[in-house]
């Protein structure tokens, strides 16, 4: 159960009105590193999980904050579309280069000031579950595999994507109220890379994983002699240098060695096999004609 109080994690209202970074600030709303995405990533994560009720929680109190900086950016952006669709044009004219292709007041003069149309005839200037681009929000975006390692690995990865995200938007206004906002969230974002971190490195001490994802598949069922050997497939030999080329591995059972040379060690290509006939695909021989 969730309970909302009538109350933002932190503030979430702009100096003044801005409909094209509204557009702009929908890419860490609906995007696939934004807000939407790491709220549902984390709950089923959560909902899902199976090992220690400390990871559960975990998982759960980062899942339950994601949704108020949900709530933050889609009121924020509501916030700077306080405006009309005129006020975005006669706004734009004053840049001398779109000035000179507005002519009056129509939607059309709208889009070329930057503004997302959408903002106007969908959702009455509201935020909508998309990114800058307008693309949906897609369920794709999660990941909740039911192993904590790899899921936690996303979650490092998602986590970063996003911070730099919002580091490069507070970049992109001098807006002071937007960027108390966002000196938050990539504040927040920074805890979170933390913590991730951290539970990383628990589940090693806890013994419950090994840094290898699955640490439960039998060693024996892998061929081994090629599970730590580097190989050289593009011009130039300078990953030789690099630390996953020699010295002992990650997983601390074996020796990495770096390969100059792949050889191919599967066996020589052969011809398919033909289709069923009523694939009716493309055959190796004419097709005889049938007789009537």
Known sequence: MFFRTNQFQYNAKPTKPDPIFAKQLQEVLGGQWGEISVMMTYLFQGWNCRAAPKYRDLIMDTGTEEIA??????????????????????????NSAIGAVLGGSRM??????????QHAIVSGLGATPTDSNGYP???????????LMADFRFNVTAESQGRLQVCRLYEMTDDPGVRDMLSFLIARDTMHQNQWLAAISELEEDGVEG??????????????????????FSGGEESKEGRWAKGPSIDGMGEFEYVAEPRAMGEVVEEMNPADPLMHGTPKKPIQPQST
């Open 69 to 94: 900086h949900v709530e933050m950016l889609a009121t924020m952006i509501a916030r700077l579309l306080e405006t009309s669709p005129v006020d975005v044009q006669e706004n734009a004219a004053k």
């Open 108 to 117: 059309e003069d709208v889009l070329v000031a930057g503004m997302n149309p």
């Open 137 to 147: 929000w897609n369920s794709r975006y999660t990941v909740a595999s039911g192993n």
């Open 211 to 232: 840094p290898l994802v699955p640490t439960s598949f039998p060693v024996e069922n892998q061929k081994s002699d090629v599970a730590y050997q580097f190989m050289n």
